[in-house]
């Protein structure tokens, strides 16, 4: 069986010709159908990029130098642009990190969710809000017809992190893009949002890639795992296997470094930066060995 | 909140006009010249000129001459031009339409353009064409309206006569109208012809008012355009499959609109103020026109009439785009 996303060997720089900077450095991983997948790192990463470039979304000054990302199968960075589109949205979808800057201030939310749907699934417009009305009830937000008429500036952030989720499940994606649903929430709100997205990805039989910081989140929700350092894997796994018998000195010291229950505070321990250091000084010299080539 | 903010405004207007009243009403008064010199046949006795300086109530003093003016301007009158000898109130209500009609034309020319320009350039962002763009923009904004009214003078009336170069409509064109407002009642009433003579008449002041405005509307959407774009929202559009042109007409335009009425907006004043020179040149009876005749004249009560006219399009024109920025933006609207 095909996975649902297969990235292989990604090499992404980014910054102006001659200085860019490599933030993907042959990164691959898999994502099963159904499966919920956590991508950990520490800030910088390169995990929203990853995650962008399977969604389209580098930044203008960024270059895919190689690799193929695959999804379904077929190649996403090889196929025409009215192709990838008629996929994006439809087949994969976001959920974004920000609720507050995430949907378009301007137009009231029904109006948001419902071009969504009429531009994939070509309903019409009394259509369009019927499964407008039944999405918001999905994501439990009581009086959606009400919600519908409201502008995103007169709902809360959780409301609006629900609203988010509904329109990322709307089309009914095999593939759904999480980054870093959560951090922008209040820690109550955070709960219910990661109970949301569970329920949803269940009833509508989506994979999750999950890009986040939070090792209890991934030990929560994720069968699987990807460590992601200086834009490589450095492990890659079950999670239970990863979080209990940690391959790498890298993950060990992610691990030390979360709090848990079971263990009291003053164990907690930073990741060391010399380990840092020498991961990083280990991606450099990678690097420098990638340009001089095969020669 | 904003509904407060709109109601302050409307109480604000009487006193602002009040003060425009004071300062045109004295300064006219303190600078040299002076109205009757302008007006009498040479020869006439100091007495002539004593007595017609009484007629005018000019012997007066200052604030004397004031509260009589401002007395009667508070009931409708504005008093009687001196060089042309009819009511202010009728002269500038007679003229009034011309103008309004040649800035509305020019404003409509100007939003088009700039709005297309506007577009070109965020939709080549980031290549070379946009700075051309933007270095055309530029030189627009650098050349001032009665330039190009000289410019669309030389070039369409004097070199290649394309079009006809002086007033509002060609004086042997047997036409009667109800209203002053031609342009709009020919087309209202259908008579296309007289329309199309009109409008001759009318585009290449209204261009030449156009251009500079044009380049600002440019400048200021393209810029608002370009931030939008970078916002979340957009992005995230794309990841939902949107086309480019798509995203930046339905999610990016409205957004980049609230900006650009709110900072353009105002800029019509100066279209407005730029119909003083334009009208001259092209010799369109509008009170643009009128004022430049006025001053020279030192017609007194008919400057006040005018730039009191100017004031209160300029201050309903500020209101009516703060309105049009409330209605644009949701957060205003409830915030
Ligand atoms: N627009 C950009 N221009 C230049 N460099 C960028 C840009 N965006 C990100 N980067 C760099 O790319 C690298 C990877 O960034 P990325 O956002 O993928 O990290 P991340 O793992 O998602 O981190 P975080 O946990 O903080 O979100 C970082 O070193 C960052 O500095
Ligand atoms: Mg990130």
Redesign the interface.
């Given at each position: 069986m095909t996975a649902v996303l297969a990235v292989q060997d990604l090499h992404v720089a980014i910054g102006p010709r001659g200085k860019a900077a490599n933030v993907l450095r042959g990164a691959s991983l898999e994502v099963q159908a159904g499966e919920v997948r956590g991508l950990v790192g520490e800030s910088g990463a390169g995990k929203s990029m990853l995650g962008r470039a399977v969604?389209?979304?580098l930044p203008?000054n960024a270059v895919v130098q190689s690799g193929t990302i695959q999804f379904e199968g077929r190649d996403l960075l090889a196929m025409p642009e009215p192709e990838r589109?008629?996929?994006?949205?439809?087949r994969i979808?976001?959920i974004?990190q920000?609720p507050m800057?995430?949907?378009?201030?301007?137009?009231r939310v029904g109006a948001q969710i419902s071009?969504?749907l009429r531009?994939?699934l070509a309903l019409s417009k009394r259509e369009a809000l019927e499964r407008a009305t039944e999405l918001l009830t999905e994501v439990a937000i009581r009086e959606p017809r009400r919600v519908l008429d409201l502008?995103p500036?007169?709902i809360s952030g959780g409301m609006r992190q629900r609203v988010l989720i509904a329109?990322a499940f709307a089309c009914d994606p095999s593939l759904v893009i999480a980054d870093e649903p959560t951090t922008a929430l209040d820690v109550t709100v955070q709960r219910q949002v990661l109970q949301l997205v569970e329920r949803l990805r269940q009833r509508h039989g989506a994979a999750i890639l999950f890009v986040t910081h939070d090792l209890g989140v991934v030990a929560k929700i994720c069968r699987t795992m990807t460590v992601l350092h200086a834009g490589r894997v450095l492990e890659d796994g079950e999670t239970a296997d990863v979080l209990v018998k940690p391959r790498h000195p890298y993950t060990r010291a992610l691990l030390a470094a979360t709090p848990r229950a079971d263990r009291p505070a003053e164990a907690l321990r930073p990741v060391p930066p010399a380990l840092i250091e020498s991961l990083w000084s280990e991606a450099h010299r990678l690097d420098r060995l990638a340009v001089a080539g095969p020669a | 909140m904003r509904w407060g903010e709109i109601i302050r405004r409307l109480v604000l207007i009487p006193p602002t006009l009040f003060g425009v009243c004071i300062i045109v009403f004295v300064l006219l008064r303190v600078v040299p010249g002076d109205p009757i010199a302008m007006m009498i046949p040479p020869g006439a006795s100091a007495a002539d000129i004593d007595r017609l300086r009484a007629f005018y109530g000019l012997d007066q003093s200052i604030p004397q001459q004031f509260i009589t003016w401002f007395g009667q301007a508070l009931s409708g009158n504005f008093g009687r031009s001196i060089s042309l000898h009819q009511s202010v109130f009728e002269l500038v209500l007679a003229r009034l339409p011309a103008t309004l009609e040649l800035s509305a034309m020019a404003t409509l020319i100007a939003v088009g353009l700039g709005t297309v320009v506007a577009f070109t350039g965020v939709y080549v962002r980031g290549r070379g064409a946009e700075w051309a763009i933007d270095g055309g923009i530029g030189v627009f904004l650098a050349i001032p309206d009665f330039l190009w009214a000289l410019i669309l003078l030389l070039l369409f009336g004097v070199l290649i006569p394309l079009l006809p170069i002086t007033g509002r409509i060609d004086p042997q064109l047997d036409v009667t109208f109800h209203t002053n407002f031609y342009l709009i009642e020919s087309l209202l009433t259908g008579r296309l012809d007289v329309a199309s003579a009109l409008l001759q008449h009318m585009i290449l002041p209204a261009v030449a008012l156009a251009l500079p405005f044009a380049a600002l509307v440019a400048r200021i959407l393209k810029a608002s355009l370009s931030e939008a774009e970078d916002q979340d929202y957009a992005q995230i559009a794309r990841a939902r499959g949107f086309s480019r042109p798509a995203i930046l007409l339905r999610e990016v335009f409205p957004n980049a609109l609230i900006p650009t009425v709110a900072l353009g907006g105002v800029q019509i004043t100066l279209l407005l103020g730029g119909t003083v020179l334009v009208e001259r040149i092209f010799s369109y009876e509008g009170i643009g026109n009128m004022a430049i005749d006025a001053v020279i004249n030192r017609d007194f009560p008919l400057i006040q009439g005018l730039i009191l006219t100017f004031a209160i399009l300029f201050i309903a024109l500020n209101l009516a785009v703060d309105l049009l920025v409330t209605l644009l933006d949701p957060r205003l609207r409830h915030g």
């Open positions: 969604l389209g979304l203008a589109r008629s996929l994006l949205g439809r979808a976001l974004p920000d800057t995430s949907l378009n201030p301007v137009k071009i969504m531009h994939h502008y500036h007169e329109m | -």
